[in-house]
Each structure stands twice: as C-alpha cells, then as structure tokens.
C-alpha cells in the first residue's frame, strides 16, 4: 500500500489525478469524521467485487487530520492516499463547492464527474461503477 503525498495541487495536477482510463471514486474523509470511517467501512467490501485495475478509489484528507492517526487508519484501506496541506485542502473545497464531509465524487473515464453525494448504498454505487465500466 503505497502512502502518497501531494506537495502541490495546481488544477492540471487534480486533473491527472482524477483523469485517467478508468473511472475514479473520489472521497473526502476526514480521521475524526465519524460518518466518514463508516462509510469507509461499508464500501471496503465493494473493492473485492470491482478490481482496482477497473475502478481507482482514492481518499483525500485534509489538515484537520492528525496524520499519525491517518497513517495508522488509511493502512486498512485499500486505494490511492493522500493527506493534503492548508491551501491544497481549501483548493478542492473550493473547486469543488463542498460544504461538508463525507463527500463523494464518481467521476468518468473522460473526468467528467458523474455523481456528488454524502452517501449511496453500496448496491447503488456497484451499480454506477459497472455503468461507467461497461461505457466505451
């Protein structure tokens, strides 16, 4: 499991990030968000059905988590992580209009994102990635 810091996020690097040939689940957590960790939790077992070759899952967190605590958390999640600093953390806050955590992005082969939301069912978010995997 690779650990992965991101020194600066200028809006061509969020792009890369979250552009490539498979589609991306986006989740921003926080370590002291509740609701977050236990949607983590349900989620994890989706990872199993839906390759990682297929689908990336990448978690964002911010400076209001204490990093000793993200480190030991994220080791029980599988997926891409990144702990971002003060200015990148508010760079996606704002890019991306949140106004609470958890929140998710789907996002599509092309970046384009499909689908914002705080929390969908796992059968529901299995549905959504087979669409976007099964689309040309």
């Keep these: 499991k690779e650990k992965i810091m991101v020194k600066h996020v200028t809006s061509e690097e969020l792009e890369e990030l979250i552009k490539g040939d498979k589609p991306v689940v986006c989740d921003f957590w926080a370590t002291w968000c ?7 939790k349900e989620y994890e077992p ?3 059905d839906i390759s ?8 964002l967190t911010g400076p209001s988590s204490i990093k000793k605590t993200w480190e030991i958390l994220i080791e029980d999640i599988a997926g891409e992580h990144y702990w971002l ?4 953390w508010e760079y996606l806050w704002t ?3 949140m106004t609470g955590l958890p929140m998710y992005l789907l996002i599509d082969k092309q970046g384009n994102i499909v689908k914002r939301f ?10 959504l990635l087979e669409q976007e995997i099964n689309k040309i």
Excluded: M, P
């Excluded at 705080?118 to 549905?127: M, Y």
């Design 34 to 40: 509740g609701g977050c960790r236990q949607i983590i």
């Design 46 to 48: 989706l990872k199993k």
């Design 52 to 59: 990682e070759d297929k689908v990336a899952f990448i978690y």
């Design 85 to 88: 600093d003060k200015e990148q």
């Design 95 to 97: 890019h991306f209009q």
């Design 118 to 127: 705080t929390h969908i069912t796992t059968k529901e978010l299995k549905d």
